[in-house]
């Protein structure tokens, strides 16, 4: 009789969904379920194991062992029965600008960068803790144990609250160089690392299947579950972004450019806005540059121009903007809903559009925002390329946006090496899976994916489109804010 091959189960609770999948050893899906992310922590917790119960339900063979992703910089305390205290607080909110600014004040900017390898902001956790430790102290007070989004799972699943050092490098509190929570930096927030997951190794596992949750999910008991990391780089090892100079373009509500390095790049990284952390492969390290709001500003711009009671706006939206123009609309776009976190930082930055025509149509405004964002991420892939002294091969670009062909034949256009597209399951619930995989010494595959095209060179219409109009609108200097007087 011949052996079964083993099957591997990943979750990746995202921003916007969180996804559950089944998968053979070499990445094709047979089970996968998907779900909008909960808002609160235990029903967010209660969901993600009810989609692996149905993906495991659906194998009909219980995978080897479990992988856990999540977004960065969202998680919960909990107390010292392991619930969560209050709500979950998520990278979305800014209710901590304040505090990322005492922050930056109290530590300077570049020694902050220099520790953690970010940018102190209303986003990271420890500025959150800080607001907490200033407006709503009894919850730090009981706080026994912080969790990632991805921590509060596993510690369902297991019994152990754990993290990766890939979630672990994005709360504002770690030393990526040392591998370890920085004491003065969590003092800020009246914390002592004692409070914080303990940080595993990549490929560690974080604890087995309780009988408890093996009865919830349909997993055995005993099954090896590892805390993947950072839904974002564990997609681009889906992707098989896997080697320093490949690159990876991750799209969702939010985008980010990713390229790993073999080393800590120089401080004077921090000036270009990208971040930097450990890679999930536990041996190099990794650049990202964001964009806040890339599915989220189609999302902004659907809520004003789409029919009302529209029954999918996304296939409205895809047949409003396609096929695709063979040539730039004339119309630039600062895609910047949110500010600006890189190239050129600028919190200030607006979404803007210049050069409307009368002749102009919705189509044309919608391609538009579409060509507005691909040339962005060109800004950071080329930012990114500058660091790393590698010039890749292509671009593997992954995520829920990619279903629009007019964006991705644009992104085609723009983009400074081949583009990759690949299929709709590599992605961090897939990288989940192969991670646990590897921590438990299945052999790793990387997905073969469509060959990369023939490299060509960049039209001159969208060429001139990217020199001569976006990248002048977007590093001529914005104005401030106006305050509360001048509004007046």
Known sequence: MSEVEPLLAGL????????????????????QRQTPTPADAETLRDTALRLLADCVSA???????????????TGVPLDAAGAPIGELLHWRDRRAGRQAEQLAEAVGPAAFFATTGLHPSAKLPLARW???????SDVLRRMTCWANAADLVVGALTGTV?????????????????????????????????????????????????VTAARRTGLPAGTPVVVAGHDHLVAAWAAGVRAPGQVADSMGTAEAVLTPVVALPPPAVRATGNSVGPFVDGRSFCLISGLSSSGGLVEWLLDRIAPAGQPDR??????LVGPPPCRPTGITVQPYLHGRASP???????LALHGIRPEHTLADIGRAVLEGLCMQVRWMI???????GHQPDSVRVFGGPTANP?????KAQVTPAPVVVLPRHCGAALGAAQLAGRAIGIPQTPPPGPPPRPATETTPDWEAAYRSHFLPSATTASNPPLNSEEES
């Open 12 to 31: 990746d609770v995202g921003t916007t969904h969180t996804k559950a999948g089944v998968y053979r050893t070499d990445g094709d899906p047979v089970a």
């Open 59 to 73: 194998a009909g063979v219980p995978p080897v062992a479990l992988g856990v992703a999540s977004m960065a910089e």
């Open 130 to 136: 800080i607001w907490l430790r200033q407006h709503d």
């Open 162 to 210: 754990a993290t990766s050092p890939t979630l672990a490098a994005r709360t504002g509190g770690f030393d990526i160089a040392a591998g370890r929570y920085r004491p003065e930096l969590l003092d800020l927030a009246g914390l002592r690392p004692d409070q914080l997951p303990p940080v595993l190794a990549a490929d560690q596992v974080a604890g087995r299947v309780t």
């Open 314 to 319: 996304h296939e409205w939206f895809t047949n």
């Open 344 to 350: 050129e930082p600028d919190p200030h930055r607006t």
């Open 382 to 388: 080329e930012t990114q390329l500058s660091i790393s």
């Open 406 to 410: 007019t964006w991705m034949w644009i």
